[in-house]
């Protein structure tokens, strides 16, 4: 049983292993850079210690620095969460060699899968297959053309020692060979410092999916499930999910049964995971992650396990006390990442800052998985993960629904979030119907009206305003229906606990519906009503103006995109009831046309 545990890392995966260490009795280390002295995982933690530094190789990547906290807490274990040292054979002998256990695999089986043409030939070797190709170095054109022949094009040219995409080229005719062969081998230097490169046949719309394993020092191996990750951009993965749509049971049990397989054959011990590309019916090896991943909690939500707990027990030598037949898979999870990133126009750019308001979802089957909390500051020195919202249901549509709940619930200001992409993604028939593959996201999908959530109204008209305001709530009652009002009052005035009589006034922004009888009012042929509740960011037509079926006559921003509100018919505008800046309510009345 280990006594306290170092983790060696930040954010929300140091605040995760931290909560099960709590409930496992064993005492936390935090280590901490400059910039994250008050951070999340350091308020945590039983003991924290200053590594010094602000950018990650001068703190979180400072050997000498962590091994010296390592020697004054008397911690026995070390749990290096993802990225930093987690896959660095180096540092996790180092750990060792002091007497203290590493939480993770053996440091040769992180050298086996560290580069792809010696993870490939370890896969090879436990016969199975990467996506058709060659596991050796390119060293001529004429290669490149003679595999092509063979295979058919596309072709993929990927960097050997390196990983994520870097280095990775598609060819589709003979003549770009040359340019792309010199630009992979260039770029492979470049980024790992090796300009191997080898080939692969190019798959056109593959998913990509993983399989978590669990593998003991008595040599039980397990494998837990898979992950769908196609949801991703640049590398990036938005969304993640278990199970993977429209995977068969014996393609799952395949791939199960190939990942353990896989782990034999490089001595693995710990949590892992083994990444396949997945078309047509048919998977292939892509490469090991040898560490817990950031979306793991997908796959504790289905199997009721919890992996970092299992990761703590297997490092201490338990043997795993289930076998695979133990293994139960219920329902359907959904992992969205939350990043400080600006989605808007799908640029996703940086967006770090201090978050001031950071309302969390809760309620039925929703897991938040946070490093930062209200007045916590995302620095751009580090990965800009903000949070992990994960939702279990009995089957897929009810998680996305359930997603699409909880992030209503979120709301985040200070800084922008990936939420309105994460939104826009859930929202789209092509992911809700599983039809979406590795390059849907970015080929497919269109986020150019996809916008920051704007920032709240409490805070905006806080800010605004000279004079003083205070804000009031309070009930009204509107054609029978009860509505939450909220007002913003110089400060001391008195408000009734609930309006005397509020006719048809949802909020200030808007108008009253026309009287009865006057140009077909309510849902009348010629009314042109919003569909859902939201607000109005653009008017594009006036009275007297001619409009044909399908123009648009504004803009309704609701479930934080920009929807097109459109005539249906050929006619002239009477009466416009909206402008920008108007809160509206499902049904209502925008614009008549006549
Ligand atoms: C591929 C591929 C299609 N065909 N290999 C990109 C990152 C690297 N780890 C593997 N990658 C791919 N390899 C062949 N032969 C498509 C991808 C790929 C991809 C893979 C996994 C997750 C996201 C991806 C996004 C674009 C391309």
Redesign the pocket.
């Given at each position: 049983m280990l006594e306290k545990v170092l983790v060696a890392n930040r954010g929300e995966i140091a605040v995760r292993v931290m909560r099960t260490c709590r409930e496992m009795g064993i005492g936390t280390v935090a280590v901490y850079s400059d910039l994250d002295r008050e951070a999340m995982h350091v308020r945590m933690a039983d003991e924290a210690y200053a590594l010094g530094g602000q950018s990650a190789a001068e703190s979180y990547l400072n050997t000498e620095a962590i091994l010296e906290v390592l020697r004054r807490s008397g911690a026995d274990a070390v749990h290096p969460g993802y990225g930093f040292f987690s896959e660095n054979a180096d540092f996790a002998r180092a750990v060792t060699s002091l007497g203290v256990t590493f939480v993770g695999p053996p440091p040769e089986a992180m050298e086996v899968m560290g580069d792809k043409i010696s993870s490939r030939l370890a896969a090879a070797r436990a016969g199975v297959q990467g996506?058709p190709?060659r596991s050796q170095p390119v060293e001529s054109v004429d290669e490149v053309l003679e595999f092509a022949e063979s295979h058919g094009w596309p072709v993929?040219i990927k960097a050997a020692f390196g990983?994520?995409?870097r280095g990775?080229r598609v060819v589709r005719a003979p003549e770009d060979v040359a340019e792309a062969v010199e630009s992979a081998q260039r770029e492979a230097q470049a980024s790992f410092g090796r300009p191997e490169v080898y080939l692969?046949?190019?798959?056109a719309w593959?998913r990509?999916v993983e399989m978590q394993v669990l593998a003991d020092t008595h040599g039980n191996v397990l494998w837990l499930g898979e992950r769908d990750?196609s949801a991703?951009r640049r590398?990036q993965k938005l969304i993640e999910e278990s199970p993977a749509p429209d995977f068969p049971d014996e393609v799952r049990r395949a791939m199960g049964d190939a990942a353990v397989d896989v782990c034999r054959a490089c001595g693995y011990v710990n949590a892992g995971t083994v990444e396949f590309?997945y078309e047509d019916g048919g998977f292939y090896f892509?490469?090991m992650n040898t560490r817990l991943q950031v979306e793991h909690p997908v796959t504790e939500l289905v199997t009721g396990l919890d992996l970092v707990a299992w990761q703590l027990r297997i490092a201490t030598g338990e043997p795993l006390p289930f076998g695979q037949d133990d293994i139960v898979r219920r329902g359907h999870a959904i992992e969205v990442r939350i990043n400080a990133e600006d989605p808007s126009g799908g640029r996703f750019a940086p967006s770090p800052g201090v978050i001031a308001a950071f309302d969390a979802p809760a309620g039925p089957g929703v897991r938040l998985d946070a490093g930062y909390a209200a007045g916590d500051t995302v620095s751009q020195y580090y990965d800009n993960l903000v949070a992990k919202l994960v939702v279990w249901a009995e089957d897929r549509d009810a998680a996305r629904r359930r997603m699409l709940r909880a992030l209503e619930e979120t709301h985040i200001s200070g800084i922008a979030t990936t939420i309105p992409a994460d939104i826009a993604i859930l929202l789209h028939s092509d992911f809700a119907e599983a039809r979406h593959s590795?390059?849907w996201v970015e080929e497919c999908l269109d986020l150019s009206h996809v916008k920051a959530e704007p920032a709240r109204s409490e805070t905006s008209a806080a800010d605004a305003g000279s004079e003083e305001l205070e804000l009031k709530e309070l009930t009204a009652e509107v054609d029978g229906r009860r509505y939450r009002l909220k007002l913003w009052v110089p400060s001391g005035a008195t408000v009734p606990k609930s309006a005397p009589s509020a006719r048809a006034s949802r909020s200030r922004a808007v108008r009253p519906r026309p009287e009865a009888g006057s140009a077909r009012a309510g849902s009348g042929p010629d009314a042109v009503t919003v569909p859902m509740q939201g607000t109005i960011v653009k008017v594009l037509v006036a009275p007297g103006d001619t409009v044909r079926a399908g123009q648009t006559v504004c803009i309704l921003e609701a479930m934080k995109m920009e929807n097109a509100i459109s005539a249906e018919r050929d006619g002239v505008v009477r009466e416009v009831h909206v402008a920008a800046g108007d809160s509206v309510g499902g049904g209502d009345v925008v614009v008549i046309v006549e």
């Amino acid at each position: 049983m280990l006594e306290k545990v170092l983790v060696a890392n930040r954010g929300e995966i140091a605040v995760r292993v931290m909560r099960t260490c709590r409930e496992m009795g064993i005492g936390t280390v935090a280590v901490y850079s400059d910039l994250d002295r008050e951070a999340m995982h350091v308020r945590m933690a039983d003991e924290a210690y200053a590594l010094g530094g602000q950018s990650a190789a001068e703190s979180y990547l400072n050997t000498e620095a962590i091994l010296e906290v390592l020697r004054r807490s008397g911690a026995d274990a070390v749990h290096p969460g993802y990225g930093f040292f987690s896959e660095n054979a180096d540092f996790a002998r180092a750990v060792t060699s002091l007497g203290v256990t590493f939480v993770g695999p053996p440091p040769e089986a992180m050298e086996v899968m560290g580069d792809k043409i010696s993870s490939r030939l370890a896969a090879a070797r436990a016969g199975v297959q990467g996506v058709p190709g060659r596991s050796q170095p390119v060293e001529s054109v004429d290669e490149v053309l003679e595999f092509a022949e063979s295979h058919g094009w596309p072709v993929a040219i990927k960097a050997a020692f390196g990983g994520g995409g870097r280095g990775m080229r598609v060819v589709r005719a003979p003549e770009d060979v040359a340019e792309a062969v010199e630009s992979a081998q260039r770029e492979a230097q470049a980024s790992f410092g090796r300009p191997e490169v080898y080939l692969e046949r190019y798959l056109a719309w593959p998913r990509h999916v993983e399989m978590q394993v669990l593998a003991d020092t008595h040599g039980n191996v397990l494998w837990l499930g898979e992950r769908d990750c196609s949801a991703q951009r640049r590398h990036q993965k938005l969304i993640e999910e278990s199970p993977a749509p429209d995977f068969p049971d014996e393609v799952r049990r395949a791939m199960g049964d190939a990942a353990v397989d896989v782990c034999r054959a490089c001595g693995y011990v710990n949590a892992g995971t083994v990444e396949f590309l997945y078309e047509d019916g048919g998977f292939y090896f892509l490469e090991m992650n040898t560490r817990l991943q950031v979306e793991h909690p997908v796959t504790e939500l289905v199997t009721g396990l919890d992996l970092v707990a299992w990761q703590l027990r297997i490092a201490t030598g338990e043997p795993l006390p289930f076998g695979q037949d133990d293994i139960v898979r219920r329902g359907h999870a959904i992992e969205v990442r939350i990043n400080a990133e600006d989605p808007s126009g799908g640029r996703f750019a940086p967006s770090p800052g201090v978050i001031a308001a950071f309302d969390a979802p809760a309620g039925p089957g929703v897991r938040l998985d946070a490093g930062y909390a209200a007045g916590d500051t995302v620095s751009q020195y580090y990965d800009n993960l903000v949070a992990k919202l994960v939702v279990w249901a009995e089957d897929r549509d009810a998680a996305r629904r359930r997603m699409l709940r909880a992030l209503e619930e979120t709301h985040i200001s200070g800084i922008a979030t990936t939420i309105p992409a994460d939104i826009a993604i859930l929202l789209h028939s092509d992911f809700a119907e599983a039809r979406h593959s590795t390059k849907w996201v970015e080929e497919c999908l269109d986020l150019s009206h996809v916008k920051a959530e704007p920032a709240r109204s409490e805070t905006s008209a806080a800010d605004a305003g000279s004079e003083e305001l205070e804000l009031k709530e309070l009930t009204a009652e509107v054609d029978g229906r009860r509505y939450r009002l909220k007002l913003w009052v110089p400060s001391g005035a008195t408000v009734p606990k609930s309006a005397p009589s509020a006719r048809a006034s949802r909020s200030r922004a808007v108008r009253p519906r026309p009287e009865a009888g006057s140009a077909r009012a309510g849902s009348g042929p010629d009314a042109v009503t919003v569909p859902m509740q939201g607000t109005i960011v653009k008017v594009l037509v006036a009275p007297g103006d001619t409009v044909r079926a399908g123009q648009t006559v504004c803009i309704l921003e609701a479930m934080k995109m920009e929807n097109a509100i459109s005539a249906e018919r050929d006619g002239v505008v009477r009466e416009v009831h909206v402008a920008a800046g108007d809160s509206v309510g499902g049904g209502d009345v925008v614009v008549i046309v006549e």
